[in-house]
């Protein structure tokens, strides 16, 4: 890197991408600030009391692959691993549809081989095909993360030939040279909802390597809550003398010759910058915080088709009474026996009675998770915009008697069915009750259309195809689920480590 007095650098949003690479600049000398509208840090990965704290409710964390793995090594680099406590979950999640049940074992491919196969024992063959691909991709992945880039690329299809032959196709297709039951492709693509599309569409690489990283390393939680990671990378950033500046929005960038040149603050404060890292929703950053025709045509056409991932509709309930010991399962998938496909199409519709959802029982991930005689239990279910777009502008005025009252027929129906499928008598146990839609994701974190895994993972922003961290902008970057890899913590996280290595490299080239 050349001498990092001639830099300065401003982040745009304190989600984990954004929080990654400030720590990454502060950590090698860059000074930085971060510039955040909440409160605190975290974004998605942050919590929230209620009862005068009686009950902490988790806000996104279900299960996070953070173990011997790229980002891992990113937050040990960081000295942000050893602040952390990872807490193996109980197994990496329960599937429940109408015709079975299973578990999903951690750190057991084989094991998980077997799970299917006794339900499925015409399809062996194919169910161990599946997963050893599975881990196979993410074995690759994960060998070609370790070579920071350090790499003759038109070597790929030689050394890494699995992820080359992914390039191209969905989950479906990768399902389809396995397996032939749709039963089974249902188990196998379990988790689809957890990366935001049905197997159609979804990348098969976005899948199948995270997937295979659980598969292979685990799946863990952070005790107490998913804010300590968030803090804890914060504390890189202010423990270098670096700054974030809370409740305060970046209105514009500001541009000169084609290059970056500072940041417009809400409070109308100028922040000089030769770099500028956007974990902020890519298309308000395009679209309305760029200077009109600073961006090559193609590639703001491409912005602003593209389109954000599905957003959520997510219950909390604190209860009176502890299910620790008494309800199996941390996070039990339900489905309807309709597909994946049926149900990502209710998902966007919210035709709330048909779409799948999960039932997340916090306490079975480790004793004390509530206080005593409490319960913390999470249902969670994709939600597409269009069914809370209208109230928006109600939303924005306050006026959200109609948008009240949809939230609470939802949460009515979730409560229901988890009361059916998962946990009998819930509705006679809840104390207090919260809930969050796409316009709550949007009010709280602005990402467009309240999309909580960036754009799309779909075949045509995925993988090789997804829109990079490097703009055409000179020192303007991508960071978090905007960018390259794409959501989740681990994408969002990879994110920043890849953002922070694109704008270093292009110091070093000057």
Same mark, same amino acid.
């Given at each position: 890197m050349t001498d990092t007095q001639d830099h300065q650098a401003v982040v745009i949003g304190a989600?984990?991408?954004g929080l990654t690479c400030g720590a990454l600049l502060a950590k090698h000398g860059v000074p930085v600030t971060i510039v955040e509208q909440h409160s605190k840090p975290g974004g998605f990965a942050t919590s929230f009391g209620r009862a005068e704290g009686r009950f902490l409710f988790e806000v996104s964390l279900h299960g996070t692959s953070i173990n011997d793995n790229a980002v891992a090594r990113v937050l040990e680099d960081l000295g942000v691993l050893d602040k952390i406590e990872l807490v193996q979950l109980p197994e990496i999640y329960r599937l429940k549809t109408p015709d079975f049940e299973i578990s999903v074992p951690q750190r057991d491919p084989d094991a998980y081989i077997d799970v299917l196969t006794k339900h499925f024992p015409d399809e062996e063959d194919g169910i161990r095909g599946f997963v050893q691909h599975m881990v196979g991709i993410a074995d690759e992945g994960d060998r070609f993360n370790k070579l920071k880039g350090e790499f003759d690329l038109r070597m790929f299809p030689v050394e890494f030939p699995t992820l080359w032959a992914i390039r191209d196709k969905t989950l479906a297709d990768m399902l389809d040279g396995h397996v032939g039951d749709p039963s089974l492709k249902e188990a196998l693509s379990g988790l689809w909802s957890y990366y935001g599309l049905p197997p159609s569409r979804l990348?098969?690489? =976005? *899948?199948?390597?995270?997937t295979g990283d659980y598969v292979r390393n685990g799946s863990y939680y952070i005790k107490p809550r998913s804010q300590a990671l968030s803090d804890a990378l914060a504390e890189v950033v202010e423990g270098s003398g670096d700054q974030i500046i809370y409740e305060t929005s970046a209105e514009e960038i500001l541009v000169a010759d084609g290059a970056v040149t500072g940041v417009r603050l809400s409070d109308g404060q100028v922040l000089p910058a030769t770099a500028v890292v956007s974990n902020a929703?890519?298309?308000?950053?395009? &679209?309305?915080?760029?200077p009109d025709s600073v961006l090559p045509p193609e590639y703001l056409e491409r912005i602003s088709t593209s389109p954000p991932s599905v957003s959520n509709f997510i219950v909390w309930l604190g209860l009176n009474t502890e299910l620790r010991g008494r309800v199996d399962g941390y996070s039990t998938h339900v489905t309807t026996g309709a597909g994946p496909e049926a149900e990502y199409e209710a998902s966007m519709n919210g035709d709330i009675g048909r779409v799948g959802f999960s =039932?997340? =029982? *916090?306490?079975?991930?480790?004793?004390?998770?509530s206080r005593p005689g409490t319960s913390t239990v999470m249902l969670f279910t994709?939600?597409?915009?269009?069914?809370?777009?209208?109230f928006q502008s109600d939303y924005i005025g306050g006026q959200k008697q109609a948008y009240?009252? @949809?939230?609470a027929r939802w949460s009515e129906v979730l409560i229901r069915r988890a009361e059916e499928t998962v946990i009998p008598g819930l509705s006679s146990m809840i104390e207090i009750e919260e809930s969050a839609s796409p316009l709550t994701n949007w009010a709280f974190t602005?990402? &467009? @259309?309240?999309a909580i895994y960036g754009f799309e993972q779909s075949m045509e922003n995925a993988y090789v195809t997804r829109v990079q961290n490097e703009t055409p902008v000179e020192g303007l970057y991508l960071a978090g689920a905007w960018g390259n890899p794409g959501g989740g913590y681990g994408g969002a996280i990879s994110g920043g480590a890849a953002a922070f290595a694109d704008l270093t490299h292009s110091w070093t080239q000057k």
């Amino acid at each position: 890197m050349t001498d990092t007095q001639d830099h300065q650098a401003v982040v745009i949003g304190a989600g984990l991408g954004g929080l990654t690479c400030g720590a990454l600049l502060a950590k090698h000398g860059v000074p930085v600030t971060i510039v955040e509208q909440h409160s605190k840090p975290g974004g998605f990965a942050t919590s929230f009391g209620r009862a005068e704290g009686r009950f902490l409710f988790e806000v996104s964390l279900h299960g996070t692959s953070i173990n011997d793995n790229a980002v891992a090594r990113v937050l040990e680099d960081l000295g942000v691993l050893d602040k952390i406590e990872l807490v193996q979950l109980p197994e990496i999640y329960r599937l429940k549809t109408p015709d079975f049940e299973i578990s999903v074992p951690q750190r057991d491919p084989d094991a998980y081989i077997d799970v299917l196969t006794k339900h499925f024992p015409d399809e062996e063959d194919g169910i161990r095909g599946f997963v050893q691909h599975m881990v196979g991709i993410a074995d690759e992945g994960d060998r070609f993360n370790k070579l920071k880039g350090e790499f003759d690329l038109r070597m790929f299809p030689v050394e890494f030939p699995t992820l080359w032959a992914i390039r191209d196709k969905t989950l479906a297709d990768m399902l389809d040279g396995h397996v032939g039951d749709p039963s089974l492709k249902e188990a196998l693509s379990g988790l689809w909802s957890y990366y935001g599309l049905p197997p159609s569409r979804l990348s098969a690489f =976005v *899948y199948a390597n995270r997937t295979g990283d659980y598969v292979r390393n685990g799946s863990y939680y952070i005790k107490p809550r998913s804010q300590a990671l968030s803090d804890a990378l914060a504390e890189v950033v202010e423990g270098s003398g670096d700054q974030i500046i809370y409740e305060t929005s970046a209105e514009e960038i500001l541009v000169a010759d084609g290059a970056v040149t500072g940041v417009r603050l809400s409070d109308g404060q100028v922040l000089p910058a030769t770099a500028v890292v956007s974990n902020a929703s890519a298309i308000t950053t395009m &679209t309305k915080l760029l200077p009109d025709s600073v961006l090559p045509p193609e590639y703001l056409e491409r912005i602003s088709t593209s389109p954000p991932s599905v957003s959520n509709f997510i219950v909390w309930l604190g209860l009176n009474t502890e299910l620790r010991g008494r309800v199996d399962g941390y996070s039990t998938h339900v489905t309807t026996g309709a597909g994946p496909e049926a149900e990502y199409e209710a998902s966007m519709n919210g035709d709330i009675g048909r779409v799948g959802f999960s =039932v997340t =029982v *916090y306490d079975n991930a480790f004793e004390g998770y509530s206080r005593p005689g409490t319960s913390t239990v999470m249902l969670f279910t994709p939600s597409g915009w269009e069914p809370w777009k209208r109230f928006q502008s109600d939303y924005i005025g306050g006026q959200k008697q109609a948008y009240d009252e @949809q939230k609470a027929r939802w949460s009515e129906v979730l409560i229901r069915r988890a009361e059916e499928t998962v946990i009998p008598g819930l509705s006679s146990m809840i104390e207090i009750e919260e809930s969050a839609s796409p316009l709550t994701n949007w009010a709280f974190t602005a990402n &467009t @259309q309240g999309a909580i895994y960036g754009f799309e993972q779909s075949m045509e922003n995925a993988y090789v195809t997804r829109v990079q961290n490097e703009t055409p902008v000179e020192g303007l970057y991508l960071a978090g689920a905007w960018g390259n890899p794409g959501g989740g913590y681990g994408g969002a996280i990879s994110g920043g480590a890849a953002a922070f290595a694109d704008l270093t490299h292009s110091w070093t080239q000057k």
